[in-house]
């Protein structure tokens, strides 16, 4: 079974946005053992819209469009679906209740467009949006299926896990992807590949290694397709993971946020942050994960200054002798942060995000993260490159992987 | 003209990349009034490359295709173009040379692999990479064109503004395309359909309208093809702000921690965060802006209550009458924050971002948003989603937004 992700809308054409729904929707897909053919963008006009669904109709056993069901007039693909299978708008009591209860949850009151989203082609299967007003449309025709859902990053997440793989996983076989991903770091891409060198000379044909780089770290996914390679990738994965060895951070997926938190909750220890350059990114981070309540008490971003010594009692005098982004600044922060919002464990971070404020001696780049736990500190300075918004995300990786790292070590109970 | 996009990569189908060149290619060709109808993304399997060609012709004059033209034994697009123009490869000395500078300026070794680069098809003419080691192939075949070039972000650039945006202006006229921004909130996308109803009747048919709504801000774009409905765009733009009116936030495309930023900067004044639910994700906002440290001095991110009495001095006993989520609470904060820190200004949010810690008379996605310059306080109640992801991300825009309107209505110095 293939499937082809049809994306609808001018603004991705005219490039005002970038299409993160097919590339989220391609890897949720092809985790759950289905195979992409195509991605195609098309426009709002009726008529791009039927050529792109005539030549996925032609690789593709099942479409999945998002996009143009809006409430607007710009959104033309139910109307455009309904010509398509030739088919009619009816009112659907089931939709316009679910609409009701998602209005009355926000206290919005209804009006005439957002009733017409209760109007849905008469030839379809109608699932609930559990996250928004546009219900998902499910043709079948001819053995092949097509699924209209919304745009809406959020709701079309809630669409793709809730309701359309367990429906397809229903219909179809999937043939089982095998993939394991492995977390490195420390190493430039290029170097990496010449350490796996031999390792991928030696890989079988039907396996492929692919290096995702991203803001310092580098993510490795091995993969064969089927089943009987089962015992063949767990002998590969060992051998990778062997001359990956020291570089090799974790195994996984996971963000390396949740890496964290699984290493802070299974040490029963808490944390703290006390950050300048990266602006609460790494606050931002660690509380993206649900549940991070449970080991994170909260954050003092000194961006100015005045910042660093009103609110963390950093020394005055260190600052005007080592300036801000030093050694010194960065420990003291690191240790009264911790002190002051009573946590086990605290990163700090102290740097240059750019593009003003570099000089000579501290070009732009220029970041020193400390890393504390109970009486321990790890200090260690970095040098990134010029762009600002790559120094915060470098710099936000860095310093949640040196804090993984010392709780790594961290064996016994204080 | 019409132009077609095709990105050639299995990363892209299993999600392992996002396509930011197709984003990035079209907006650049789009600024340049050349017209995008499609953007297809097939996998590095011949027969798929080929049969996207032939679909992309019968739609397209122009197919611009981005990747699988490295030295790798997975890169097949070179081969495949050979066969479908039906022609062979030849070994080109400029591009050999080319090569032989590249690798001379960055000390690297030449090998079989790379050199093989040279090789190109016959019937195409070679346009040197100045960039990187694979030559970009412009075909032409009964009217049409298409050019393969490399894939990787940084050579794509160099080529698209180099060589093939000012080569196709020589040979096709660009037409100039028209846009305006505008920024909408407190209003629904359908009320907003509502209330543009009679404005979009009366828009001339060559114009267009489009709603890109993105957690709880609604992003209106009007468009037109041809520099001369210049003053007709004027008088459209005119009639839209007219009836927006009071939901109208800003003209323009910049996000909304441009657009405080710009208002503090204008009215010489500071600001500070307090934020709980939210974990930095404000902070991490307003430092996204180069230059921010001009009037952001910094945060409290009191993310447990022990943080809120410690470090926002939040009377412990409001916490325990009022709970954490709640006026009295979020109003303290922001005046603590600004006391603490300094500041003209500050936003101060407490809130439940879920998926656990809702209560029935709080339920998850319950924030309070307050927002303080100097002693004027505008507090909110919001009720957002069930998703924390959802619930992070609006907390943050309307935060924001609170304090962009009311520095709006500030006009006279304190």
């Known amino acids: 079974m293939k499937i082809e992700i049809i994306t609808v809308g001018d603004e991705i054409l005219i490039g005002q946005i970038i299409d993160t729904n097919s590339a989220w929707m391609a890897a949720e897909l092809t985790r759950e053992g289905f195979e992409i053919v195509a991605i195609t963008t098309v426009g709002d006009q009726a008529q791009n819209i039927i050529r792109a669904l005539d030549t996925a109709f032609s690789r593709a056993d099942v479409l999945l ?58 030839d379809c299967t109608v699932i609930q949006n559990k996250a928004g007003t546009a219900p998902l449309l499910w043709f079948e025709q001819k053995g092949k299926i097509l699924v209209s859902m919304p745009g809406v990053p959020f709701e079309m997440k809630v669409a793709i896990t809730g309701e359309i793989i367990p429906r397809l996983r229903k219909q179809f076989l999937s043939i089982d992807y095998l993939k394991s991903s492995f977390l490195v770091s420390g190493i430039t891409e290029s170097a990496l590949a010449i350490l796996l060198e031999d390792f991928e000379a030696k890989l079988p044909g039907n396996f492929s290694l692919a290096y995702l780089p991203s803001y310092g770290l580098i993510r490795l996914r091995l993969s064969a397709w089927g089943k009987e390679n089962l015992s063949e990738m767990e002998f590969q994965e060992g051998r990778l993971r062997e001359t990956l060895h020291e570089v090799l951070v974790a195994d996984g997926d996971q963000p390396l946020e949740a890496l964290l938190g699984e290493a802070l909750r299974s040490n029963n220890l808490t944390v703290s942050t006390a950050e300048s350059c990266t602006g609460g990114s790494i606050a931002h981070r660690i509380t993206l994960v649900p549940g991070a309540s ?17 609110m963390l009692d950093v020394d005055s ?27 086990d464990c605290s990163i700090a ?22 890393t504390r ?14 762009s600002r918004e790559e120094n915060i995300n470098r710099t936000t990786n860095m310093a949640i992987l040196q804090m993984i790292k010392m709780l790594k070590k961290y064996k016994k109970p204080f």
């Open 294 to 310: 449970a080991y994170y008490k909260g954050s003092v971003i000194s961006y100015d200054n005045t910042v660093k010594t009103s």
């Open 349 to 370: 971070v102290s740097g240059i995000a750019g593009p003003d404020g570099g000089t000579l001696e501290k070009p732009v780049g220029t970041v020193w993260i400390c």
């Open 65 to 122: 469009m998002t996009g143009g069901i809006g409430p607007t007039k710009d959104d033309i693909t139910k109307k455009t679906l309904c010509n398509y299978f030739n088919t009619d708008l009816i009112f659907d009591e089931s939709v316009f209740q679910n609409i009701n209860r998602l209005f009355a949850h926000k206290n919005y009151k209804l009006n005439e467009l957002t009733k017409n989203q209760a109007f849905v082609p008469k």
């Open 317 to 343: 005098k260190s600052i005007e002798t080592y300036g801000a982004v030093s050694r010194e600044v960065v420990e003291q922060m690191a240790q009264n942060v911790s002190e002051k919002l009573k946590t």
């Open 373 to 386: 736990m109970h009486n321990e500190t790890v200090t260690q300075k970095y040098q990134f490159g010029t």
